[in-house]
């Protein structure tokens, strides 16, 4: 790698700071830019390690029905834990990963990742924090599947995602919605319609506006 890129990556990694640049230099690393699309299916075995410096990479299961659920995203200075796990335990991808927007990753070759692991300890540090980060970020979204009522879930989702401006439409499509929370799109239009009744909201074709954040707000809080 160049000098700049290895800069570049430091930056977005400071895991990496300690990783010398003639290790660098004979490491096999590359950086790629990629669109916005599926990079991985699930039974994947990888050969290389990605590390995000820019963009947001989407990672969703798919039941055998066809309903899709995000996991989590990974940006910038983030990497996958479930595609670190199955190259740290050499076994398929259980998920997939799609770029939601043009994205640059840092790629490693998996062997040389290994042994990094082993020779930088603050790589190790930086991947077990991930791995809890993301345990708990997962453990509660089952929760939520498990003892959330969908109306709370959906009016959560669409204040975490719709801009504050008053009037300002928040562009998303109810299938989308669904994706996040892992049902069927029906059940989140069933949900947004009953909204759309009380004056909360305003449905347009691909967009939604928030008319009533209040209400939204304190039925999220109703755990």
């Given at each position: 790698?160049?000098?700049?890129?290895?800069?570049?990556?430091?930056?977005?990694?400071?895991?990496?700071?300690?990783?010398?640049?003639?290790?660098?230099?004979?490491?096999?690393?590359?950086?790629?830019?990629?669109?916005?699309?599926?990079?991985?299916k699930?039974?994947?075995?990888?050969?290389?390690?990605?590390?995000?410096?820019?963009?947001?990479?989407?990672?969703?299961?798919?039941?055998?029905?066809?309903?899709?659920?995000?996991?989590?995203?990974?940006?910038?200075?983030?990497t996958?834990?479930?595609?670190?796990?199955?190259?740290?335990?050499?076994?398929?991808?259980?998920?997939?990963?799609?770029?939601?927007?043009?994205?640059?990753?840092?790629?490693?070759?998996?062997?040389?990742?290994?042994?990094?692991?082993?020779?930088?300890?603050?790589?190790?540090?930086?991947?077990?924090?991930?791995?809890?980060?993301?345990?708990?970020?997962?453990?509660?979204?089952?929760?939520?599947?498990?003892?959330?009522?969908?109306?709370?879930?959906?009016?959560?989702?669409?204040?975490?995602?719709?801009?504050?401006?008053?009037?300002?439409?928040?562009?998303?499509?109810?299938?989308?919605?669904?994706?996040?929370?892992?049902?069927?799109?029906?059940v989140?239009?069933?949900?947004?319609?009953?909204?759309?009744?009380?004056?909360?909201?305003?449905?347009?074709?691909?967009?939604?506006?928030?008319?009533?954040?209040?209400?939204?707000?304190?039925?999220?809080?109703?755990?």
């Open positions: 790698m160049e000098p700049e890129q290895i800069a570049k990556a430091v930056a977005a990694f400071p895991c990496f700071a300690d990783v010398p640049p003639e290790a660098w230099n004979h490491s096999g690393a590359f950086a790629a830019k990629v669109p916005a699309q599926l990079l991985i699930e039974g994947h075995l990888f050969e290389h390690a990605s590390f995000v410096l820019r963009g947001c990479v989407r990672i969703y299961k798919i039941s055998p029905s066809g309903k899709q659920l995000t996991l989590y995203r990974v940006r910038s200075g983030e996958c834990v479930i595609m670190m796990a199955s190259i740290l335990g050499e076994a398929e991808y259980e998920a997939f990963a799609e770029a939601e927007e043009p994205s640059e990753l840092l790629v490693l070759p998996a062997v040389r990742f290994r042994q990094w692991m082993h020779a930088y300890p603050e790589l190790s540090r930086f991947i077990y924090r991930l791995f809890i980060k993301r345990m708990v970020a997962v453990t509660g979204l089952i929760e939520d599947m498990t003892f959330r009522p969908m109306d709370g879930r959906v009016a959560e989702l669409l204040l975490r995602q719709s801009p504050v401006a008053a009037e300002a439409p928040l562009y998303v499509t109810h299938e989308s919605l669904s994706f996040e929370l892992g049902t069927a799109r029906e989140v239009s069933r949900v947004l319609k009953g909204f759309e009744r009380q004056g909360w909201l305003r449905l347009g074709r691909g967009k939604i506006y928030v008319l009533r954040r209040d209400e939204l707000e304190r039925l999220a809080e109703v755990k």
